[in-house]
């Protein structure tokens, strides 16, 4: 390589991973979407030169990368926080208060729907149905964690505690819900 080309952004231990791939696929085309879910998860986002190289490890072009990734909201350019979390809008979530829950968790961190906190800890996102409504309003977090059903005071506890950093393990049933109504 001589020495006015840039160094490869995904590193061979990635790279790596996501050929591990490629026999478990129809073909390599097959992989983008497995591969766009490694790179975020590696790089918190999927940063423009990463889109090229994955297509060069794809043998495709970096536009059906770019069309792959922007069918899917998940996959973002620029990092998102160490956690990110998604507070559900649809309807079940909703009428039981979601939209203010929503609110509620932005204007704590100071951010807006889609921002990330200052400090860089946690992204809060809308949702549309998370598929836990009976959680209802519920949020789910991208290290598997579900949460709900939330009040403000739940929401607050579900920001320290997301704050702490991503879990490995996450359980199956919400980590924490709100007192139930009266
Ligand atoms: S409507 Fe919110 S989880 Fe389904």
């Keep these: 390589m001589d ?3 840039p160094s490869p952004l995904i590193p061979e231990s990635l790279r790596d991973q996501i050929r591990a791939l490629f026999p478990r696929y129809p073909n390599k085309r097959a992989v983008t979407l497995p591969a766009l879910h490694l790179v975020q998860h590696h790089f918190r986002c999927v940063p423009h030169r990463a889109l090229a190289e994955i297509a060069d490890l794809l043998e495709i072009t970096p536009a059906e990368v770019h069309d792959t990734m922007s069918f899917y909201g998940f996959f ?10 998604w507070i559900c809008r649809s309807l079940s979530c909703m009428i039981r ?3 203010q829950l929503l609110e509620h968790a932005c204007s704590r961190l100071g951010i807006q729907p889609g921002g990330t906190s200052p400090d860089g800890k946690i992204t ?3 949702a ?3 598929g836990i409504c ?4 519920a949020a789910l977090a991208d290290d598997g964690r579900i949460f709900g059903p939330l009040d403000e005071p739940s929401v607050d506890r579900l920001l320290d505690l997301v704050a702490q950093g991503p879990v490995t393990d ?3 049933s919400p980590v924490l819900a709100a007192p139930a109504r009266p």
């Design 97 to 99: 208060g979601g939209d």
């Design 76 to 85: 973002t350019q620029a990092p998102v926080g160490d956690v990110r979390v």
């Design 3 to 5: 020495a006015s080309t």
């Design 124 to 126: 809060i996102e809308l």
């Design 128 to 130: 549309e149905c998370l």
């Design 170 to 172: 996450p359980p199956i």
């Design 134 to 137: 009976e959680f209802a309003p």
